[in-house]
């Protein structure tokens, strides 16, 4: 449940976040009129992403059991990279995102009210698709269908609640701090969720060494457990992995892990154009 719960807080911050800057922006320049479009595309990607959450739970019900397998095991592998592509993009824009934001929403009133939707719908959507996708493989990976929704409710929870304070000013927060302490739970988390992938894929038959364990601690850490399902909640423990799942999330999580705590090398500001001067020896053209 804590697991799924970080996946909603961190991604669900992220969303609120980024509306809380777009809407602030707006109101700070006096463009009120551009706000039911933002609210727009924000409606939209929260119903795409709801949408797409229900079609991976219903949709896999009428596939053979080694179908099933073979699909929750790709799709958690993708979630795993999804999820990692955005910890260390976070990483690493964290600092810059308000005026990566206000780039292109200056670009977007521009444009009309369709890229303004638009630019709402990427902005989140992006984060739900990946926090649906996400959420999926965890349910898939620990079997039980409701204290993973649950943990991830909360977590959407209190990331409005924090985006909302944010908004109105009574809450501060470093960021970048936040997002690297959270980012780095993550990493394990998806490292879980990866070799169970794998396990998934080994259960289709689609890859070998099901029956190759690489340790058994069954009964010392009994899966019906308080501990042994606060493990798997939390970072999707398995007491008798198979040796292809070991050295998967080894292979993972020590490489990923140590590359996102290696200090940031924060890149040089873009350089500004020089201002336009006229040429005093520039000739000028001949009425």
């Known amino acids: 449940m804590f697991a799924n719960y970080l996946i909603g807080l961190r991604e669900g911050l992220e969303a609120s976040l980024i509306v809380c800057i777009l809407v602030a922006y707006l109101v700070k320049t006096e463009r009120r009129d551009a706000l039911r479009p933002i609210w ?14 229900a079609i991976l739970q219903y949709g896999t019900t009428t596939l053979t059991f080694e179908a099933q397998e073979l699909l929750g095991g790709t799709l958690s592998i993708i979630a795993v990279g999804l999820v990692t592509w955005m910890v260390f993009w976070m990483r690493r824009t964290a600092r810059h995102l308000k005026a990566e934001l206000h780039g292109k929403l200056d670009q977007a009133l521009v444009m009309g009210t369709t890229a303004l939707v638009v630019t709402a719908f990427l902005a989140v959507g992006r984060e739900g698709l990946e926090t649906a996708l996400f959420i999926w493989s965890a349910v898939q990976a620990t079997g039980d269908g409701v204290r993973p929704l649950a943990g991830a409710a909360l977590g959407l929870a209190t990331a409005v ?3 909302w304070l944010f908004y109105r000013g009574a809450l501060k927060i470093n960021l970048a701090r936040f997002f690297t302490w959270t980012g780095a739970m993550l990493v394990v988390v998806a490292a879980g969720v990866l070799a169970y992938g794998f396990h998934d894929l ?10 190759t364990k690489a340790f ?8 019906g457990s308080w501990y042994g399902t606060l ?3 939390t970072i999707n423990f398995q007491p008798d992995p198979t040796v292809l799942q070991v050295v998967v999330w080894t292979l993972y999580v020590v490489p990923v892990l140590t590359l996102f705590l290696l200090p940031s090398r924060s890149k040089p500001a873009p350089a500004q154009p020089a201002p336009a001067t006229t040429d005093p020896t520039a000739t000028k053209p001949s009425a």
């Open 231 to 233: 493990l798997k909640g």
């Open 40 to 53: 727009a595309g924000v409606a939209i990607a929260v119903g795409i992403s709801l949408a797409f959450g």
């Open 216 to 223: 058994d601690v069954s009964d010392a850490i009994p899966p």
């Open 161 to 163: 609640l924090l985006g």
């Open 202 to 211: 080994q259960e289709a038959r689609f890859l070998p060494g099901l029956g």
